[in-house]
């Protein structure tokens, strides 16, 4: 059973810079693509940014374009979001999700236990 393992959360100021990583213990080959999702505080869980894992394509919510960065690093079964100008608004658990794509969107049939991510005005 492939596990993803999130790290790199943490507590920063409004402005700042966060870099989470996403290691899988194997490459989750049925799927093709990975992606991160967040869930706030008493909301639900929401789409934040995917990327194909071959080709590297990728797609944001409107929320965090320009600001947030989705890469992989194929030889280390590994997805990157580098995180800048942090806002109070991005503050969430953020998980990391292996699936496949359906169109432009990420199905997620495997999920990390997230990494918590706090942003203070």
């Known amino acids: 059973q492939v596990q993803l393992v999130e790290s790199g959360g943490g507590s920063v100021q409004a402005g700042g810079s966060l870099r989470l990583s996403c290691a899988a213990s194997?490459?989750?080959?049925?799927?093709?693509?990975m992606g991160w999702f967040r869930q706030a505080p008493g909301k639900e869980r929401e789409f934040v940014a995917s990327?194909?894992?071959?080709?590297?394509?990728?797609y944001y919510t409107d929320s965090v374009k320009g600001r947030f960065t989705i890469s992989r690093d194929n030889a280390k079964n590994t997805m990157y979001l580098q995180m800048n100008n942090l806002k109070p608004e991005d503050t969430a658990i953020y998980y990391c999700?292996?699936?496949?794509?359906?169109?432009?969107?990420?199905?997620?049939?495997?999920w990390g236990q997230g990494t918590e991510v706090t942003v203070s005005s």
């Open positions: 999700a292996a699936g496949v794509f359906v169109g432009t969107k990420l199905q997620s049939n495997l």
């Open positions: 194997a490459r989750p080959f049925s799927n093709n693509g």
């Open positions: 990327i194909f894992w071959t080709i590297g394509s990728t």
